[in-house]
Every structure is written in structure tokens, then in C-alpha cells.
């Protein structure tokens, strides 16, 4: 099981488990105010988007100027359309999220425990894995039409793979000795899995779930905008057809602030899972 | 539990005159057998340990030293039920082990790793109770007891990464203690901390061993250590692994960093135990192929 491991190690290398050593966080409280920073680099990006347009650059058929698509989105979120579709772009985001995350822990912590049926599957799983979700689209409308059921089948497809190879790599990680510890203090099994695999597992998890996050909005997003199911991005398609150039903006500047709200949480959640991991406690305080 | 029962037991274990038959005095807690272990590679087997027997008796405090690479982490985890031996039996009060026996705490060297970094200090000392049925009340009561017996009770909440290096290994005794184990055995428990904090982690040792009557086997490299906490100490030879000599330590039963170390016994001890060690590198070309050189 370890020479599978280690080769499997080696051939490629997962994401670094929560981000370890991606955001320097000693350097934001040193350096100029962030926030700050941000907000003017908004305000610059709106300004130069406001003034492409007005000095001709660009038309504003194609692209409406910032203040007209900031109104229009305003406008959109006076009504219950725009929060319905946001409502369903959510509900196959998260209700696909979900579903590839039971099924890839549970089918994870299976491999770890059965290292033979792992090796025996590997390599159907190399082949599966590379398969882009958006190839599924004809399935998709052949199986479920434009149901919700088609964007679970692409969200669930993509986020499964990225989840279960890293819980593949989380489980196949927990220290010799601290499973030796547990094995000497008579841990069985399941008790071995709750308070050892389990805490092991679950930074490779969180940054599963995390990059699981943003590709599930971008396949929820594609199969509205394609199949035409419920969403932001079915408006997106209507909009686009009827010529509301302005409003078809304002939707993808909807779907933007979607992602960015879906990232904030995500990280939010993995420091407090994770407070007790390196990537997140910082220095010891000892 | 018979750890209790021992308390008193345990401080005149270290009477020096009557160490020298360890089988007469008291029943035996932990028997090795013959035991061997070749680690398996098909053509290129390693034989780690060859053929070691030796005994503990209840409530004895005996250190295990020899040149490095000669197989104690081995013996260790064979006697613990982590790992099967090949050949020998291994005895827990009489009970054969083939897995890790309930009454068998191990401190591992590697404090860091064998802690849990994701549950606090109180959470990893419980549990082992937790997983052992223990009922709450007790659970909280063991954990006070082992905490404060380790100087810790007001670190209970914090991290084990939160501590210093010594604290951890000190986390570590505490969760052994708690476990009220008949046998403790430590892995080179002390190897990775600085010297003042392994002087004061000997002299914890040595008080838990007085105070609670449990027999202890202290795996070292370091031969210091061995003669300055032990009533016996074990020589292993090298690389396949053979019981070289057994050394009772007749050196008071207080033992103090200080006056200890610059008594003239422990320097003969010393002396002697440096000698059945080189001369047990000096040998590791020419293996032993006979039985221990030290019958029981």
C-alpha cells in the first residue's frame, strides 16, 4: 500500500493541503493597509470601465459603460427575479457540492481501508478524472432535459474528483507513529478513523472543498447558460438573446460577487475546521 | 486498579540490596521469550533482533540501552503488540500479547507526532480513558490527577503545539499515566529535548515510578540516563539483537542530578555499561551466534 502511495505521490502531487504556505499572512499585517488597497484597485477598475466606453474604445453596444450596468443590476435586484435565480443557482451549487462530498468521503475512506480494490481501480479513475464535465452535456439533456438534475450531474461529476483525490491523498497520510499511538491505547478501528484518519484527512478535504467550491458555481453557471435549467445563467441566456446588452452584464457581475461570496465562506469555514493545523495557527505560541 | 495497590510497593522496589534476584521477590509483569524478528524482504531478510529473553518483575523500573541501529524500537514495539515477532512469546502478567494489551501505556519519542495536534492537551490525556469505557467522573479525576502529577493542569486547554518541546513529552507521561498501565514502556522518550529539560523529565520519571508502583521500561541510547534512572540495566548487543549483560544499579533509591552522577558507584557503573557497549560495536562484524551471554 505504501509503494502505491509514494508512487502515486510522485507522479502528481496534489494542491499543497489548505493552502500551506499560499497566503503570506505575516506580510498583510506588515505592508500598507490591504483593505484600502483593494477598495481604490475597485474604484480604478470601475473608472476605467466607466470611461472605455464614453471615450469611444469600445461601443457601448457591446460594452455598456460601469454606471449603466451597475443601475441595471440594481434595478434586478429590485425584483424577485434576479433572487430566484440566484435561489437556484445556489440550490444546484450546493445540493451538487454536497453530493460529491459524501460520496467522495465515503468512497475515499473505503479505499484507504481497502488498499487492493484502490490499486484495482486506479486506473479507471485516471481515465474518468480527466473527462471535462462540459462533454456531459448532451448526456445531460438526453437523461434529465433541462431539470435541475442536469446541473447536479455536471456539478457532482467534477467536484467528486477533485474531493476524493484529495481525501484519496489525506488518508494515506496519517503519521506511523500517531496510529501507533492510537493502536496502543487500544483505539479500535472506528475510533481510530473519528480521531485519527479523520483529523488527517481533513486539511487535503478542505482544499478539495475549496476548489470544489469555485468549480461547481462555474459548472452551475454553464449548464443554465447551455442546457437552460433554472439560474443565474439561464437569465444570462435570455438576456443575451433579447439584446439586453447592459443586463447580461449586470448578471455576470452578479455571478462574479456569487463567487467571491462563496470563496469568503469557504475560507472562513476552513480556519475554523483547520485552527489547529499549520496552515492556519501561524507561529506557536510557546 | 493494581497500580494503586502498588503505591507502596513501589518505593522500597528500589531497596538496592535486594535487586540482585529480580525472580524471588516479586511475581513477574512482563516476559520476553526468545524473541526474534527478521523483517521480511524476500532475499535480503534483515534479522533486527535475534534471541532475547528477559523478564520484569512487578513494579521495576529497568532501562534498555545498546548501540545505536541495534534494534530497541523494534524490540519495543514487539513487546507493546504493535508489530508480531517472528519467533519468542512476549508475557503481560501471565497473558500472552499479540496485540496491544490494555495494560500497556507507550511513550514514543517523537512527542510531536504521537500527540494530537488537533484536540487539546486535556482532550489527548482522556482519550484513551474515553475508548477504555471509563465513566465520566473517573475520566475527570484521572486527568486532573496524571495532569498535576506532570505540572500541567494549567495547560489543560491549550495545544500541544502550543507547548514547548518538553511539555509535549511531559503531556505524553500524563496520558500514559492516566491510562493506569500495568507496564509503561518509553521509546527513548527524552532523545529529542534539551538537557535541562531532560534532567527534570528523569527526575518526573523516576517520582511517577516511586509514586505509583507501575514497572517501567525505559528504552535509551543514552548510557547516563540508564544508569542514573534504572535498578537494572540491560545491555543489547548489536544488529541482530541479543540480551549482552544485565547490570543491577545498587545506587540509593533518592536519586538527585547532582550528587548522583559524581557518586563514585555510578561513575563504575557508567564505566562499565560504556565498556559491554563498545564492546558490543566492536563485535557487530563478528554477530553473536549463541543464546544471550546472560542467563536468567
Known amino acids: 500500500m505504501t509503494e502505491t502511495t509514494t508512487q502515486g505521490t510522485a507522479r502528481e502531487r496534489p494542491e499543497a493541503p489548505a493552502g500551506a504556505g499560499g497566503r503570506p499572512r505575516g506580510a498583510a499585517r506588515t505592508g500598507p493597509n490591504k483593505p484600502l488597497l483593494g477598495a481604490v484597485g475597485i474604484v480604478a477598475f470601475l473608472g476605467m470601465w466607466e470611461a472605455v466606453p464614453h471615450l469611444g474604445l469600445v461601443s457601448e453596444r457591446f460594452l455598456p459603460p460601469a454606471s449603466t450596468v451597475l443601475a441595471a443590476l440594481a434595478q434586478r435586484a429590485t425584483t424577485p427575479g434576479l433572487w430566484i435565480a440566484v435561489g437556484d443557482t445556489l440550490i444546484g451549487w450546493g445540493l451538487g457540492l454536497a453530493i460529491a462530498f459524501v460520496a467522495a468521503v465515503l468512497l475515499g475512506f473505503a479505499m484507504g481501508a481497502l488498499p487492493r480494490v484502490r490499486a484495482f481501480t486506479n486506473s479507471t479513475v485516471d481515465f474518468l478524472r480527466p473527462i471535462p464535465s462540459v462533454a456531459l452535456i448532451p448526456l445531460a439533456i438526453l437523461l434529465y432535459g433541462t431539470d435541475l438534475r442536469s446541473t447536479l450531474l455536471l456539478v457532482v461529476y467534477a467536484c467528486f474528483w477533485l474531493i476524493y483525490i484529495q481525501v484519496l491523498y489525506g488518508v494515506a497520510d496519517v503519521d506511523p507513529v500517531a496510529e501507533q499511538t492510537a493502536r496502543s491505547y487500544g483505539l479500535g478501528r472506528l475510533a481510530r478513523i473519528r480521531y485519527v484518519v479523520w483529523p488527517t484527512t481533513l486539511p487535503y478535504l478542505m482544499t478539495g472543498v475549496r476548489l470544489a467550491a469555485a468549480v461547481a458555481l462555474i459548472l452551475a453557471i454553464t449548464a443554465q447558460l447551455i442546457i437552460g435549467s433554472p439560474g443565474i445563467g439561464q437569465e444570462i441566456a435570455v438576456a443575451q438573446s433579447s439584446g439586453a446588452v447592459s443586463s447580461v452584464y449586470a448578471l455576470i457581475v452578479a455571478t462574479g460577487a456569487l463567487g467571491v461570496l462563496i470563496n469568503i465562506g469557504v475560507r472562513v469555514l476552513e480556519r475554523r475546521v483547520l485552527r489547529w493545523h499549520t496552515s492556519v495557527r501561524g507561529e506557536a505560541t510557546a | ?296
Not at chain 2, 524478528?37 to 532475499?43: E, F, L, P, Q, S
Not at chain 2, 518541546?165 to 522518550?189: H, S
Not at chain 2, 558507584?265 to 553473536?288: C, D, H, M, N
Request: glycine fraction near 8%; charged fraction near 20%; include cysteine.
Open chain 2, 1 to 296: 486498579m493494581s497500580a494503586n495497590s502498588g503505591t507502596s510497593a513501589g518505593a522500597d522496589a528500589a531497596n538496592p540490596g535486594a535487586t540482585t534476584n529480580h525472580q524471588g521477590e516479586r511475581p513477574t509483569m512482563l516476559k520476553v521469550t526468545g524473541l526474534q524478528k527478521i523483517y521480511n524482504g524476500g532475499a535480503n531478510a534483515v534479522e533486527a533482533v535475534r534471541d532475547l529473553t528477559f523478564d520484569l518483575g512487578e513494579g521495576k523500573l529497568v532501562c534498555l540501552v545498546g548501540p545505536s541501529g541495534c534494534g530497541k524500537t523494534t524490540l519495543l514495539k514487539c513487546i507493546a503488540g504493535l508489530m508480531p515477532p517472528t519467533s519468542g512469546t512476549v508475557e503481560l502478567a501471565g497473558q500472552s500479547v499479540t496485540a496491544p494489551p490494555p495494560g500497556m501505556a507507550v511513550v514514543f519519542q517523537e512527542y510531536g507526532r504521537s500527540l494530537f495536534a488537533w484536540m487539546s492537551v486535556r482532550a489527548n490525556v482522556e482519550l484513551p480513558l474515553k475508548e477504555k469505557k471509563i465513566p465520566r467522573g473517573r475520566r475527570r479525576e484521572l486527568v486532573d490527577e496524571s495532569l498535576e502529577a506532570v505540572g500541567l493542569t494549567s495547560f489543560a486547554h491549550a495545544y500541544p503545539w502550543q507547548l514547548s518541546g518538553g511539555m509535549q513529552q511531559r503531556v505524553a507521561i500524563a496520558r500514559a499515566i492516566a491510562y493506569e498501565p500495568q507496564v509503561l514502556l518509553m521509546d527513548e522518550p527524552f532523545a529529542a529535548v534539551d538537557a535541562q529539560t531532560r534532567a527534570d523529565l528523569e527526575d518526573l520519571i523516576r517520582q511517577i515510578w516511586q509514586r505509583m508502583g507501575v514497572t517501567v521500561l525505559f528504552v535509551t541510547h543514552d548510557i547516563d540516563e540508564a544508569v542514573y534512572l534504572g535498578e537494572r540495566v540491560l545491555v543489547l548487543s548489536s544488529s541482530p539483537t541479543v540480551v549482552q549483560d544485565d547490570i543491577t544499579v545498587d545506587l540509593p533509591t533518592e536519586r538527585d542530578q547532582l550528587t548522583t552522577r559524581q557518586d563514585e558507584r555510578f561513575t563504575e557503573l557508567r564505566a562499565r555499561v560504556y565498556a559491554e557497549i563498545q564492546q558490543a560495536k566492536k563485535s557487530a562484524g563478528a554477530a553473536p551466534t549463541a543464546a544471550p551471554s546472560v542467563a536468567h
